[in-house]
């Protein structure tokens, strides 16, 4: 799949997977050990179905991490999971629920059903050992009858999956370029055949081709492969061409869901459309590039009502008090799948707190 064949139209014309294979419900995190931790993921629900590539957006501190973190279990102290379910949904018709897995349970589930590569993950890899070792003691950890030989001759695939050289098995990471030790953790990510791949910032770190070589990478191994990717990043600009789907966050929740196409089209959430004006468009019309003025709030000291209003353009009386929930956009037409948490769009919530509605601006109803 190479740079001139696909377009973002490309990946937006796929048919959608509605197969849930992944359903994150009412995730919540704090982080700290006193009396007053700080409330970093609030209610956070998001469904990754078969197939899918689901964008998760946002600013830097918004607890992107935090939920790939806490999703597979890997969340370190003092974070903490306060409640909520991770669904994940078997092939074969089976449902358990991460959070609640036992520890050998979990040990089996991860890697096999659900894989991550972590943020920075291409400094993890030990620099005393060659990356074959690394990729055969992973197999062989989770796979004990797989022998020594065969280990390698995986190994060596995996290396060729992620575009590597299967002789560099003999390499040590130093001898590896940034990209190339991250297409490594890849390899070892995929090493088990995982039904869903969350990569956190995988290319982040590494320049403009590489990024682009690694992702379109990941497009065609899905393809290849057919497993579920959440890929997150706080440069929405790359979701566009790589996701299906996209969710927004903001300070801890999520605050747009919705078809990758029509979040680049027909942003509903102020942020969101914020977002997309922070980087020229792909194609079209040349507009002005505007940014979002200030900073996200400090998570500790949450606002009351809406968490983005002290930056919002659209923001009026209710939006002071009034916490918006997560529902279908008050523009006809929408796709009636996707959802955003803004009171401009809930006039419901907004008349029953009593409030006098107000339109949705054209800005956040462009059809
Ligand atoms: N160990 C910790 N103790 C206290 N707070 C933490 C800890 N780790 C993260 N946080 C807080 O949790 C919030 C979310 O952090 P997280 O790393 O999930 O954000 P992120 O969206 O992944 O950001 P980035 O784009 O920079 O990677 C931040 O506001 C951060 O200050
Ligand atoms: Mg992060």
């Known amino acids: 799949m190479s740079a001139a064949t696909t377009t973002y139209e490309d990946f937006a014309a796929a048919p959608p997977a509605r197969e849930p294979v992944l359903e994150i419900r009412n995730l919540s ?7 007053s931790p700080t409330r970093v993921l609030r209610d956070v629900s998001l469904t990754l179905h078969r197939g899918e590539v689901l964008g998760l957006a946002g ?42 897995l036992s520890d050998r349970d979990l040990r089996a589930s991860r890697w096999q059903d659900l894989a991550i590569v972590f943020q920075g993950a291409m400094n993890s890899l030990n620099p005393v050992y060659r990356v074959g070792k690394q990729l055969v003691d992973a197999i062989q950890a989770h796979l004990p009858g797989v022998g020594k030989k065969e280990a390698y001759e995986r190994a060596e695939h995996l290396l060729e999956l992620v575009g590597i050289s299967p002789d560099r098995v003999r390499s040590y990471p130093h001898q590896l370029s940034g990209g190339m030790r991250q297409r490594v953790m890849i390899a070892m990510a995929l090493a088990l055949e995982p039904q869903v791949l969350i990569m956190d910032e995988p290319t982040t770190a590494l320049d403009v081709v590489m990024q682009r070589q690694i992702v379109e990478q990941i497009a065609e191994l899905r393809e290849r492969l057919g497993f579920s990717v959440v890929f997150i990043t706080h440069d929405v600009s790359l979701l566009i061409e790589i996701a299906d789907r996209i969710a927004i966050m903001y300070a801890g929740e999520i605050v747009e869901d919705a078809n990758a196409l029509d979040v680049y089209r027909r942003p509903r959430h102020p942020y969101a459309n914020g977002l997309l004006h922070s980087f020229p468009p792909l194609r079209g019309e040349r507009r002005e590039l505007g940014g979002i003025p200030g900073s996200p709030p400090d998570l500790g000291r949450l606002p ?37 948490a803004c009171l401009r769009h809930d006039p419901e919530a907004v008349a029953a707190a009593g409030f006098d509605p107000v339109p949705v601006p054209p800005e956040l109803a462009v059809r």
């Open 29 to 35: 995190v704090e982080y700290g050990y006193d009396e």
């Open 59 to 100: 600013e830097s501190g918004c607890g992107k991490s935090t939920l790939a973190y806490a999703a597979t279990r890997l969340l370190p102290p003092p974070g903490l999971i306060t409640g909520g379910e991770v669904l994940f949904h078997d092939r074969d018709g089976g449902t358990r629920d991460i959070l609640r």
């Open 304 to 340: 009351s009502g809406c968490p983005f209003r002290a930056r919002c353009e659209f923001a009026f009386d209710a939006c002071a008090t009034v916490r918006p929930r997560l529902t279908p956009p008050a523009v006809p037409g929408d796709d009636p799948r996707r959802r955003v």
